[in-house]
């Protein structure tokens, strides 16, 4: 079974600070992995996706994520971030065949001014 | 632009209410899913559709069903509202029948059973 572990539930920076979201996920089969940002109030919509080739993503919003399989990790980077950043944010994978996808559990960005 | 549209956005019930929770979308997309959020748990997925008239059970199905009678309505019934049914509530669709296809949610349900 698939699973996801995002490291950190709370991460705070101070704005213009980076900032890297950890996730690690666990598959025995090829993953198509997700980052999607849920912010105050809001449904979630998606940052980046990896599906395959380049395992460096870029995504809206500056963000940007990269795919390592042998460590099984999905992190999620931003150099510079804003206050606008502030938000939760979800790691997801599926695999190949698969219609469903299974999230972690949300690191909540706190942005400091 | 996509656009999942939710019944409600806040919701009071009491214990034993039938409650029904609905999401339109407006892309004709195949996918439909319910979600419940949680604090520190995420997302679960509850039930999902491929098709009219199709469903599939999620990682939590117990204590709902759902309904898909039109491609762009997807309906979550609550058949007895308890208190650990307290949580927010959301839709996501997707096109195609192919992994990777981005999911687009709703605004969101917050439902709360007294």
């Known amino acids: 079974a698939q699973s996801v572990t995002q490291l950190d539930s709370q991460v705070p920076v101070f704005e213009e600070a980076p900032v890297e979201l950890r996730c690690n996920y666990s598959s025995s089969v090829s993953v198509y992995l997700f980052w999607y940002v849920q912010y105050p109030n809001q449904g979630l919509q998606l940052l980046l996706k990896y599906l395959s080739g380049s395992t460096l993503v870029k995504g809206i919003n500056g963000f940007e994520a990269e795919f390592n399989k042998s460590q099984t990790s999905f992190h999620l980077r931003k150099p510079s971030v804003h206050i606008s950043d502030t938000a939760e944010y979800f790691c997801?994978?599926?695999?190949?065949?698969?219609?469903?996808?299974?999230f972690g559990q949300g690191t909540r960005l706190t942005i400091n001014p | 632009d996509v656009k999942v549209t939710q019944s409600s956005r806040y919701l009071v019930k009491r214990t034993g209410e039938k409650v029904f929770l609905e999401c339109v979308q407006d892309?004709?997309?195949?996918?439909m899913f319910w979600y419940r959020q949680d604090p520190g748990l995420g997302l679960r997925l509850i039930y999902f559709s491929y098709d009219v008239k199709m469903k599939e059970k999620g990682d939590i199905p117990e204590g709902y069903s759902v309904s898909r009678e039109k491609k762009e309505r997807f309906s979550l019934i609550l058949e007895s509202a308890s208190t650990n049914q307290t949580s927010m509530y959301l839709c996501?669709?997707?096109?195609?029948?192919?992994?990777?296809?981005?999911?687009?949610f709703g605004p969101g349900t917050r439902l709360l059973v007294l």
């Open positions: 997801a994978v599926t695999n190949q065949g698969a219609q469903k996808l299974v």
């Open positions: 892309m004709d997309h195949e996918n």
């Open positions: 996501a669709s997707s096109s195609e029948v192919l992994a990777g296809e981005t999911q687009y």
